[in-house]
């Protein structure tokens, strides 16, 4: 099966190419749109439950408002758009998955399920292998306690599998419906293709964005205690001081998805990476955010189920693969991060 090839406009066929992406309307979907469009789509077809902004919907050549389990919108866009590329972030978090379970699961697992089969459907009408872009997450570990945890240190993408959220449960298994769909789909078919999917992920350490606050996340106490901060509103944090896991800002998660997609095939040893930037106690953020903003008024009243979760992520990953197969190197480590991006960034922000 020959490698997808950017097409950039009309194909040979009827219908446009178009680069799918779902979860549009998130913090990954605006900046991945944004830095897409600035790289010359003009072939970007945005999915999301809300009615994506304006400013959003003008960078897209077509967006739809609905949900990724609708197989009858799956099936329209199968016979509209001819996807050789799909950057699958529709996802409830984790922090809302354990108010509804079974709809997370639906919806994490099920809508992935979807896709990957338009992937591959995709792929065989149009002969070229579809490329299939998915975050995973630090949610997909589970660490059984503390003392764990300091031991682990870094860990490997094979490490400590065993997550205790819905949500890490999703992407965990969702990472394996990936590598099923790339290598072994009806692989006792008399008329399989191989290679329909090209199925590539990551997991994203917690993420911080200067433009957007997450939500309904479990590492959002970092994000939210920086917008709070710089709009002068007190914060009380819902994990400890010495709470930690790894994060990473929005440019580099988005460039960290670029730099993945344009990966030569042939130089990815592995379907899924970890990766990581900085990795700060939620302490640490607070002094910075303290520095930074000295009228800042944070306290740490920590949330006993949500402190679980966040002591089940390991404190630091080994990304060691990713830098390796393609080039993964963050611009921002914790002092850039809030020096030469957060700060100036929310500080204008706010002040308009
Ligand atoms: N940021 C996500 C969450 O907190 C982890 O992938 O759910």
Same mark, same amino acid.
């Given at each position: 099966?020959?490698?997808? !090839? ?51 919907? !003008? ?62 459907? +995709? ?42 959220? #819905? ?7 969702? !990472? ?10 009806? #692989? ?55 709470? +930690? ?20 095939? !042939?130089?990815?040893?592995? +379907? ?32 006993? +189920? ?47």
């Amino acid at each position: 099966m020959k490698t997808p !090839e950017n097409p950039s406009s009309q194909s040979g066929s009827r219908r446009n190419a178009a680069v799918l992406i779902t979860g549009a309307g998130g913090e990954v979907g605006h900046g991945l749109i944004r830095a897409l469009s600035a790289a010359g789509h003009r072939d970007i077809v945005a999915i999301d439950i809300r009615e994506l902004d304006a400013e959003i919907r !003008e960078l897209c050549m077509e967006t739809f408002v609905g949900d990724i389990c609708d197989e009858a919108l799956l099936g329209r866009l199968m016979a509209t758009f001819e996807v050789y590329e799909i950057f699958h972030l529709a996802a409830l978090l984790s922090t809302r998955a354990e108010f509804s379970p079974e709809t997370a699961h639906d919806v994490n697992v099920g809508g992935t399920l979807g896709l990957l089969r338009l992937a591959s459907e +995709q792929a065989r009408s149009h002969g070229a292998s579809v490329r299939f872009v998915f975050p995973s997450s630090i949610a997909a570990y589970g660490i059984s306690d503390l003392a764990t945890k300091a031991a682990a240190g870094k860990v490997r993408e094979d490490q400590f599998l065993e997550p205790i959220t #819905m949500y890490g449960c999703n992407k965990l298994y969702c !990472e394996h419906l990936g590598r099923y769909y790339a290598r072994h789909y009806r #692989m006792l078919a008399k008329d399989r293709v191989p290679d329909l999917v090209d199925f590539r992920s990551v997991r994203f350490p917690g993420l911080i964005s200067s433009d957007t606050v997450p939500s309904g996340g479990t590492s959002d106490f970092a994000p939210e205690m920086i917008h709070a901060a710089a709009k002068g509103e007190p914060y009380a944090c819902f994990v400890r001081a010495d709470a +930690q896991i790894p994060f990473m800002t929005m440019p580099d998660a988005i460039e960290a998805l670029l730099a993945l997609a344009a990966a030569p095939r !042939e130089q990815l040893t592995q +379907q899924v990476y970890n990766l990581g930037a900085f990795a700060p106690t939620a302490g640490e953020i607070a002094d910075l955010v303290a520095d930074a903003f000295p009228g800042a008024r944070i306290t740490f009243a920590p949330d006993t +189920q949500r402190q679980a979760i966040v002591d089940s992520w390991p404190a630091d990953v080994d990304d060691t693969a990713a830098r390796r197969d393609w080039g993964f190197a963050p611009r921002h480590d914790l002092a850039s991060a809030f020096g030469e991006y957060l700060l100036p960034n929310i500080r204008a922000r706010y002040a308009r």
